[in-house]
């Protein structure tokens, strides 16, 4: 994982995401699932590409159930673009490329 | 022989002017079977192996989003899906294939040599090895697109651990359903199969381990005609195919496994294909209808579908391209290497 990628608990979420002065990018995965590691490498290039406009944050859906219950989240990955400890409208679901998660991003992306 | 390279080269983003060799389109058993050969006859095939999603339209294929995989010769104890396609891809890997982790968006095979584009990147090849696999069929149903990820799933390995002590419905009567189900019974309080016929289409062995399982229900002569609930799966609806009666069957979670559609819509105009939409190919071969341009795996056959006879078409398909190549290239013959001892 990319350094430019954050860690989420239960514990630290709500802290985290309102700390944030960029839109936060949570992927809500977990370990055994095929499409969450295969969109992992993806978005670690977007993480390092977009460091200082995006912050990329990883929940572990097996370890951290409130944030996963609280947010609905019925099927992994699904990642959830947050602005200021709120959800946007972005919410993908399913494994993309990275063109498809950069066009989805994009209204909440400064330009280039 | 080289020592082993235990390490796997991270996909190289390359856009290469000259001509290929052989690009294989697809990702699959079919796909890296004939980079392996493709890639130990000194060919430097390149693979476009798709790109991530959580469909079977994917890097790797069908095998991803599956469990333990029982017949795959040489794995007497099972082998995980991912785990096996990610051994597929080291082993073309280790005899230099390269890959992309890309689309293919266009093709023209009207003149040699052919040209591919990933977008408005372009690629050209002496020939190609189709092995776009098939995808799952969806229901076709509005609800599909507003229930998909709330309580819809394509991926029971993903979505499973999602449904504890819920009732799930499956749809179809295939292998594939079967095996979801089965998986499913892991979480779920009850797991319904709803089929369209009065029994199941899967092996024996699958239909047996459904049958005695006290977890799974079945719902015969049903169709499913809605999946119900706004913002999350509440149930579905089902008709009786042979009274046409509708009723309600409560789920919170509906997975749907009711077959493939084979991915050739790419290959319009310029591929045969059959009233299904399977390539058609030369009867005992990998040759398709236009010269250099070979076919393999599940995008060719709707009679095996297993990995392992996707595999041995792959095999075949990268033989008849280094005879076809050995044939037909215009370039020096040394520039293909040495002809390979099989």
């Known amino acids: 994982m990319s350094e430019n990628v954050t860690t989420l608990t239960d514990a630290s979420f709500d802290e985290v995401l309102r700390a944030s ?92 | 022989m080289v020592s082993t390279s235990s390490a796997v080269e991270p996909p190289r983003k390359v856009v290469v002017s000259s001509v290929h060799n052989v690009v294989i389109i697809g990702s699959g058993p079919a796909g890296l079977t004939a980079a392996i050969y493709a890639a130990r006859a000194n060919l430097h095939p390149l693979i476009i192996e798709g790109e991530p999603s959580s469909t079977v339209d994917q890097p790797g294929g069908q095998l991803m989003l ?29 005899f230099g294939a390269d890959f992309l982790t890309a689309r293919v968006s266009k093709v023209d095979f009207s003149e040699r040599p052919f040209t591919l584009w990933i977008d408005d990147d372009m690629y050209r090849a002496h020939s190609v090895i189709v092995s776009t696999g098939a995808r799952s069929r969806m229901l076709g149903l509005e609800a599909e697109q507003r229930l998909l990820g709330h309580g819809l799933s394509t991926c029971a390995t993903c979505d499973g651990f999602f449904f504890k002590e819920q009732e799930i419905v499956v749809v179809g009567g295939g292998d594939s359903a079967v095996e979801e189900a089965t998986f499913l019974t892991k979480f779920a309080s009850k797991v319904t199969i709803v ?115 996707a595999a041995g078409s792959g095999c075949a398909a990268a033989i008849d391209v280094e005879r076809w190549l050995e044939a037909n290239h215009e370039e020096p013959a040394d520039a293909l290497g040495t002809p390979t001892d099989w």
């Not at chain 2, 099972?78 to 396609?85: A, H, N, R, S, V």
């Not at chain 2, 289409?201 to 229900?217: G, H, V, Y």
């Not at chain 2, 509708?246 to 310029?270: C, M, Q, R, W, Y």
Request: with cysteine.
């Open chain 1, 21 to 112: 002065g960029e839109p936060v990018l949570v992927d809500f995965w977990a370990e055994w699932c095929g499409p969450c590691r295969a969109v992992g490498p993806v978005l670690d290039e977007i993480a390092t590409e977009r460091a200082g406009s995006l912050l990329v944050a990883k929940l572990n859906v097996d370890d951290n159930p409130v944030a996963t219950q609280r947010f609905e989240v019925q099927s992994i990955p699904t990642m959830i673009l947050f602005r200021d400890g709120e959800p946007t409208e972005v919410r993908i679901v399913g494994a993309k490329s990275k063109s498809q998660l950069l066009a989805a991003l994009q209204p909440h992306l400064p330009e280039g």
């Open chain 2, 195 to 309: 089929h369209r016929r009065d029994e199941l289409r899967a092996s024996k062995i699958m239909r047996e381990r459904a049958l005695r399982n006290p977890k799974i229900d079945f719902r015969w002569n049903a169709e499913v005609i809605d999946i119900l609930g706004e913002t999350k799966v509440e149930g579905v609806l089902v008709r009786d195919t042979r009274t046409g009666l509708e009723d309600k069957l409560d789920a919170t979670g509906v997975f749907v496994a009711i077959g493939h559609i084979p991915n050739t819509s790419l290959f319009a105009g310029h591929l045969d294909m059959d009233d299904h939409g399977y390539l058609r190919t030369s009867p005992g071969g990998t040759a398709t209808n236009v010269d250099g341009v070979f076919a393999c795996g599940d995008v060719q056959d709707s009679t095996y579908r297993q990995a392992i006879t």
């Open chain 2, 66 to 94: 599956t469990t333990e995989v029982e017949n795959f010769p040489g794995f007497p104890e099972g082998i995980m899906g991912p785990e096996l396609m990610q051994r597929f891809r080291s082993q073309a890997a280790r």
